[in-house]
Every structure is written in C-alpha cells, then in structure tokens.
C-alpha cells in the first residue's frame, strides 16, 4: 500500500487544497486508533508525537504549526495496521469535504508562525484553537456552503456596513437562534468581537478627557482626573462615581503594525502594497500616476 505524504512538506497550507485534503485522509485513518479517552498522538512541529490531544485539536495543531519533519511511517496512526489489513488509503486528490474559504484567510493570519515552522522555531501560541473550532463546525446541519466562522465574519461585516447598533446585532442574533434553533452560532456581539480579536481585527480602547485635552494613555492610564484641566476621567452620578466605572469618551484606536504585516503576508496585496516603488511608468516623459512625479 503506498500512501501519498507529499502534502506533509506544503509550506503554504491554507491556500493549498493537497494539504487539506491529505490533512483530512490522515485524520481519517488515524480516528480508529485514539485511546479509551479519544486522545492520539499529535504529530505536529510543536508536538513532535510528545503529547496526545483529541483527533480534532491535531487537525488545528497540524494545520497550524506544520507536520513534524522525519514522521514518514505513520507507526502510530494507523499505517501498519491498514497495511497488515491489505486496506487501501487514498491519496490526498479526492478531499472528504468541500475546503471553507477562511482557511485562505487563516492561513495570512498565522503565516508569519509558518516562518518560524520553516527554521525550526514553531510557536507555542493557542489563540488559534477557538478558530479552527469555529471553521470545523457547520453553520447548521446539513449546511456544508457556511462553517459558523464564514458565516459570522460575513454578519459582522453587514453590521458594519449598515451601521448596525450592538443591541440590533444581539437581537438579530437571538431571532437567529429562535428561528433555528440547532444554529452553531456566537451568543452576543461581545463573543463575535473576542473571535474577530483573534483573527486580528480587534482595536484598542483609550480613554479621553471629557474636554478633550489628553489621552489616558502610557503615563496617564492610571490617572483618574485630567493632568490638564483635572476633570474626572469617569462619568458621575450626583457628583459621586457610580459602581462600574465609565469613562466620559472612549477613542478606539486600529494598530497599524498588524494590519501592514497582514497586507504583506498575502501575496497578492503584498505586490499591490509595493506598487507605488515597482510600478513607476519607465517613461520619463509621461505621469500616469503621483508616484511618477518629482515629489513623491
């Protein structure tokens, strides 16, 4: 019996569909030898066949981190017993399910721990794991076109779009679930942000004076007045603070650092992010663009 490994070595996983569908067929003939408890052992480039996990957190750690480099007689998953069997396990071209679209986005997510894979050095970072839950599960039964992940990404985005309030975004999530009640779906807007965090699409809260004098910030975010004009930072109640504390003004701050490296970890915006140096007219006589006059 030969068993096509190939895909174990593609570095590009989650815009390659060989190494998800290899992923899926090893998965396959691993599941009939997990232990009493459903663990087997994880044969990624962090795990190295060390630690045992559930068959579908190894489909999260191998998608993530990579399959462990030497690992070519899968001894403890299944390929000798399949082979005394005279069982035929198939190559990686036929795919046992349709591959969702946010493995694509995943993969840009995660790339630069891909790099780290490649010279030896895989991340220890789990943050992950909630994702790839969220990409495994169907957005309803028998609804294979969604994973309650894409579809989610996609809600928020409407919300955005139209301006929808948080308390709307709730309620239209509870008529989700009344309406359809076996939906693998987010609870509130609170949960959909975490998940969106994780995928890097969160922001930072800063706090800001009332009169918009300073930030409390670095050396002022400890601060419960103004260093300027010493009004409170939180809002009172008959001139007393109330229970939680809540700020006056809140300024929600998108690092750009994160967003830059994830415009370069995409092939196609990284050339689009280098055009204004690369795609200069070769034409000195001719501007068909700013970045071919003198000043830029």
């Not at 999530?173 to 987010?186: E, G, T």
Request: aromatic share 10%; with cysteine; charged share 25%.
């Amino acid at each position: 019996m030969t068993i096509d490994k190939s895909w174990t070595t593609i570095r590009r996983r989650g815009s390659s569909n060989k190494f998800w569908n290899g992923l899926q067929h090893f998965l396959q003939m691993a599941k009939p030898f997990v232990n009493d408890r459903g663990f087997i052992k994880c044969p990624c480039r962090r795990c190295l066949n060390n630690a045992s996990h559930q068959l579908e957190d190894l489909e999260s750690h191998i998608f993530r981190n990579g399959f462990m480099f030497g690992y070519n007689q899968w001894i403890h998953h299944g390929e000798l017993a399949s082979a005394n069997a005279g069982t035929t396990v198939a190559g990686p071209s036929g795919g046992i399910h349709e591959r969702d679209e946010m493995f694509d986005v995943l993969d840009d997510i995660i790339s630069e721990d891909a790099d780290e894979d490649a010279v030896g050095g895989p991340s220890s970072n789990d943050q992950y794991d909630d994702l790839f839950a969220a990409l495994r599960s169907e957005l309803y039964p028998g609804v294979s076109s969604f994973s309650s992940l894409n579809f989610l990404v996609k809600l928020m985005h409407l919300k955005v779009l139209n301006k929808w309030t948080n308390k709307s975004f709730d309620e239209f999530l509870k008529l989700l679930k009344l309406a359809f009640p076996k939906i693998d779906l987010v609870e509130s807007h609170y949960e959909a942000k975490k998940l969106m965090t994780k995928m890097g699409l969160g922001y930072s809260s800063i706090h800001v004076c009332k009169n918009d004098c300073a930030l409390f910030w670095k050396e002022n975010s400890l601060k419960d007045t103004c260093p300027v004009c010493s009004e409170s930072r939180w809002k009172l109640q008959s001139g007393k603070r109330s229970g939680k504390n809540v700020p006056h003004k809140v300024l929600r701050y998108f690092p750009v650092g994160p967003r830059l490296k994830r415009l370069f970890a995409t092939s196609k915006t990284a050339k689009l992010m280098r055009w204004h140096s690369t795609g200069k007219s070769k034409d000195n006589d001719v501007m068909r663009h700013p970045v071919d006059g003198k000043s830029w």
